[in-house]
């Protein structure tokens, strides 16, 4: 199990160079929420290794701040210029 969250964290590791450096702006918030994910992931699996019904909580509460945060992010992306033809 140790191994697994080990994997998972170094994935998450080598996708933060996407973050850093990635060509655009959505696979820069793509690989930001994948990170997110990875980290959930590894909630989960330290809940079932210490045995610890709380981190599987946590992790929800973290999940639902993950969808609100990229939700947030698309509309602020995708919205329109002010002064543009609609206006």
């Known amino acids: 199990m140790l191994y697994f969250i080990l994997a998972i964290v170094l ?3 080598l ?3 996407r ?5 655009s702006v959505p696979d ?3 690989a930001m929420n994948s990170i997110g ?4 992931l590894v909630l989960v699996l330290l809940s079932f290794y210490f045995d610890r019904k709380i981190f599987i909580d946590v992790a929800l509460v973290y999940g639902v701040f993950l ?4 939700l947030v992010i698309t509309k602020n992306i995708t919205k329109p210029e002010k002064g543009g033809v609609g206006d």
């Not at 973050?19 to 060509?23: A, F, T």
């Not at 994910?37 to 959930?40: A, P, R, S």
């Open 11 to 13: 994935s998450a590791i």
């Open 28 to 30: 820069r918030i793509i």
């Open 19 to 23: 973050v850093i450096k990635g060509p």
């Open 37 to 40: 994910v990875m980290f959930l």
């Open 15 to 17: 996708t933060f160079y």
């Open 67 to 70: 969808f609100i945060n990229v």
